[in-house]
């Protein structure tokens, strides 16, 4: 597999054409010999094993993986999308902490709370946020439990 890394780092910059040509001429040739290998290795794993299981899986989704043979579009794997929409996803991962007083201090963003009790409407927050404090605050009130 790192011999496959290594050859889609030297063709990313390249057309979709010439991407093709050295993933047919190099790759084609590795993706086959792992496929094999896997082919011979399974029948010789415990059959319940997470290594039969990640080899059947593979195995089964073979033209989806060849994909990238094929198409100088396709990348190899999806590290680009997930570099790409990393913030956005850790934004919103660290916004769900924003629902208390304590969590909400943790927060990388500029659109929370960060003042212990401060759910006044404020210019530079953004109205969702506040709706949500205050729709939180209300339902925590009715189940009798404490905001924050």
Sequence with gaps: MARLWEIEETVRSQSPQARVAARQEISAAIVSDLFTLGQATLPRVSGKSKLAEALRYAIS?????????????????????????????????NSLFAGSDVGATYCSSDDVLKIKGDFEPDPEISDVLIAWHLLRGEQCRLEGRKVG
Excluded at 62 to 75: A, H, K, N, P, W
Excluded at 83 to 93: D, H, L, M, W
Aim: glycine share 4%.
């Design 61 to 93: 989704r073979r033209d989806i993986f060849e994909r990238f043979l094929t198409d100088g579009r396709v990348e190899i794997d999806s590290n680009i999308v997930e570099r790409a929409i990393r913030p956005q996803a850790i934004t919103r991962k």
